[in-house]
Antibody, heavy 118, light 107 residues
Framework: QVQLQESGPGLVKPSETLSLTCTVS????????WSWIRQPPGKGLEWIGY???????NYNPSLKSRVTILIDTSKNQFSLRLSSVTAADTAVYYC????????????WGQGALVTVSS | EIVLTQSLATLSLSPGERATLSCRAS??????LAWYQQKPGQAPRLLIY???NRATGIPARFSGSGSGTDFTLTISNLEPEDFAVYYC?????????FGQGTKVEIK
């Protein structure tokens, strides 16, 4: 059974960079697409972007200038960096696996709440 | 960006009743639409993909229909564990987007 676990600071100051890592266990990170999706408290879901195990990425245009997603296949991990954060970036951040080459998510992490506040 | 509109924010029903949830896309997404269920404090769970295909392990009381711009999720006989928030999601055009969700609550 594939499991995903987000890790990283739960509090980030405005204008700084949010960094999260997702560790994949129970399966290989190879041959899949891996995503970051966020959900502000009490609100809906927003796709941040995704990365293929080869390193190819695709970012949401609304966040593209601030987002970097990287992958480390040797560690079975992928990561998210979001720069110049504001209070609007406060959210639960989920890492997730796409179902094959589709755009559907079949495995999710439990989510990590990141609060942007001074 | 394709906007998905779930017209009902909340649906109040009793166990055993039938739930009908709708999702409308701002432009055609063909059949590239999925439904997820989310319970408090949990990640979403994939229920239906490609508009009408049940994901692995999803009970037969969940069904999806529609194509183009109008989609429906039907829960035929609500069980206590079905009371949750339901989101639709499209993968026709990037960025893939979600609806704002419909909460199915106990009446």
């Amino acid at each position: 059974q594939v499991q995903l676990q987000e890790s990283g600071p739960g509090l980030v100051k405005p204008s700084e960079t949010l960094s999260l890592t997702c560790t994949v266990s129970g399966g290989s990170i190879s041959d899949y697409y891996w995503s970051w999706i966020r959900q502000p408290p009490g609100k809906g879901l927003e796709w941040i972007g995704y990365i293929y195990y080869s390193g190819d990425t695709n970012y949401n245009p609304s966040l593209k200038s601030r987002v970097t997603i990287l992958i480390d296949t040797s560690k079975n991990q992928f990561s998210l960096r979001l720069s110049s954060v504001t209070a609007a970036d406060t959210a639960v951040y989920y890492c997730a696996r796409r179902l094959g080459t589709s755009g559907w998510i079949d495995y999710w992490g439990q989510g990590a709440l990141v609060t942007v506040s001074s | 960006e394709i906007v998905l509109t779930q017209s009902l924010a909340t649906l109040s029903l009793s166990p055993g009743e039938r739930a009908t949830l709708s999702c409308r896309a701002s432009q055609s997404v063909s059949s590239y639409l999925a439904w997820y269920q989310q319970k408090p404090g949990q990640a979403p769970r994939l229920l239906i993909y490609d508009a009408s295909n049940r994901a692995t392990g999803i009970p037969a009381r969940f069904s999806g229909s529609g194509s183009g711009t109008d989609f429906t999720l039907t829960i035929s006989n609500l069980e206590p564990e079905d009371f949750a928030v339901y989101y639709c999601q499209q993968r026709s055009n990037w960025p893939w987007t979600f609806g704002q969700g419909t909460k199915v609550e106990i009446k």
